[in-house]
């Protein structure tokens, strides 16, 4: 998919330049003709040659090519390109791009260029959460720019949190996805749940599970890029998504969610439930916080609504819904079963015998059952990937 198209790499000031090069060996082994614009503040962390050598191109960075007095044409670089990826994207960087500065050569060849633009965020937690910088990533996406969110784990800085590039690998997924768009579910409505809900014991406390919502968000980002209008309904993650044509609705507990999926879906084409909802809550909320006793607790806990089974039962012949089984034992033959009771039209099927899949893992390995009991098996993929395979299935089976 990216034989012979024509990247254009902005590389910026963020430790996360390292990864660029690595960014670049993908890019040229998956086909692509890559060149390479540093800013000034770039070469401080990665030279131009290791890019250069990587690209098997000159590295651009000043508007006059060193010595010799000849131009670089910012214009012609920009009309070259068939993608700008500004990778790694850093705040300064953001902000002249949301602003229209044009201070430097990267930023001159981003005003000018027609093509489509993608940048990848990297920057300490603090500094994406700034309502300066959220308003200019917010810009750039309403101009139409792809943004490809950070992702959360450690910072240069030793502090935890969203702010890191997106990996390599993972950029390079978006960008074949990119190439292969095909805008099939255009006109589509989606409702998609996502995440671990919370049910309260008392103000503080919670039973829940480790459910990091990172397929169900996969999986809105991918309807959303082939044409669907997506209503995403998430519990308690870390994950953010700025994605034009996905509205996030951000719930806590199981009621909450059930009562905000049964509001859109009739409304909706294709109901994607890839949250791990809690099956039981407590039977009473302590309004106050439980205090210790030695006579030990015990919680009443009874059955949450099941958000599956009730969409299931008010399904109309023109609606889709897709559930997921999560399993250890005779999967299969669950999932079969599931797919009948909750009456899915596809299940995706994740089993916990095999290594890197399901909870906390950025992989998963599933297995697609459709309602005739078809199943398709697919190797261990990235969660990006997956939610591609799956939504390829959706749209294959909404037009069969
Ligand atoms: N699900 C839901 N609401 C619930 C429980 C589950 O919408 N209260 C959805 C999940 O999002 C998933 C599917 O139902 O798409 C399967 O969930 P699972 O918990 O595996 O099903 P159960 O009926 O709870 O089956 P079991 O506990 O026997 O595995």
């Given amino acids: 998919m990216l034989s012979g198209k024509r990247i254009l790499l902005g590389v910026t000031g963020s430790i996360a330049a390292y990864k660029a090069a690595v960014l670049v060996r993908l890019l040229v082994k998956a086909g692509a003709d890559v060149k390479v614009i540093m800013t000034p503040s770039a070469k401080e ?10 690209s098997k191109n000159p590295v651009e960075s000043d ?6 007095g000849v131009w670089s044409n910012h214009v012609e670089l920009g009309l070259w390109a068939d993608v700008l990826m500004i990778a790694p994207a850093s705040a300064n960087t953001v902000a002249k791009m949301a602003n229209g500065f044009c ?32 308003t200019n990533i917010n810009r750039l996406v309403s101009f139409g720019n792809h943004l490809i969110n950070p992702e959360y784990g ?53 039973i829940g599970n480790n459910s990091t919502g990172k397929m169900g968000f996969a999986i809105a980002e991918e309807l959303a890029r082939q044409g669907a209008e997506v209503n995403l309904i998430s519990g308690p993650t870390h994950l953010s998504l700025s994605v034009p044509n996905v509205t996030i609705t951000k719930i806590t507990s199981a009621d909450d969610m059930h009562r905000e ?56 012949e023109d609606q889709f819904i897709v559930g997921f089984a999560l399993e250890t034992e005779n999967e299969q033959a669950h999932a079969e079963k599931k797919i009948k009771a909750k009456n899915f039209d596809l299940i995706v099927l994740n089993s ?24 398709t098996k697919f190797s261990l993929k990235n969660k990006k990937e997956v939610a591609i395979d ?11």
């Fill in 45 to 54: 962390f990665i030279t131009p040659l290791t890019l250069s050598t990587l």
């Fill in 63 to 68: 508007f006059v090519k060193d010595q010799s």
């Fill in 103 to 134: 201070d430097n050569l990267l930023s001159a060849v981003y005003l000018s260029a027609r093509c489509p633009v993608f940048f990848a965020p990297a920057m300490d937690l603090d500094m994406l959460q700034h309502q300066s910088t959220q």
């Fill in 154 to 206: 450690e910072l240069a800085s030793g502090l935890t949190g969203t702010g890191r590039m997106a990996e390599p690998e993972e950029i390079v997924i978006q960008l074949k996805s990119f190439f292969s768009t095909n805008l099939r579910l255009k006109g589509k409505k989606a409702l998609v749940t996502a995440g671990p809900t919370y049910e309260a014991i008392d103000p503080v406390r919670f």
């Fill in 261 to 316: 999926a049964l509001k859109h879906f009739p409304a909706s084409d294709i109901a994607v439930l890839s949250a791990a909802v809690a099956d039981f809550k407590p039977l009473t909320k302590a309004d106050q916080k439980i205090k210790k006793s030695t006579a030990g607790l015990t919680i009443e806990l009874i059955q949450n609504p099941d958000i599956a089974a009730d969409l299931g039962k008010m399904k109309r």
């Fill in 352 to 375: 916990l015998n095999d290594k890197g899949a399901g909870f906390g893992h950025d992989t998963n390995r599933i297995t697609l059952i459709d309602k005739k009991l078809n199943a």
């Fill in 390 to 400: 799956i939504v390829n299935a959706i749209s294959e089976h909404i037009h069969a």
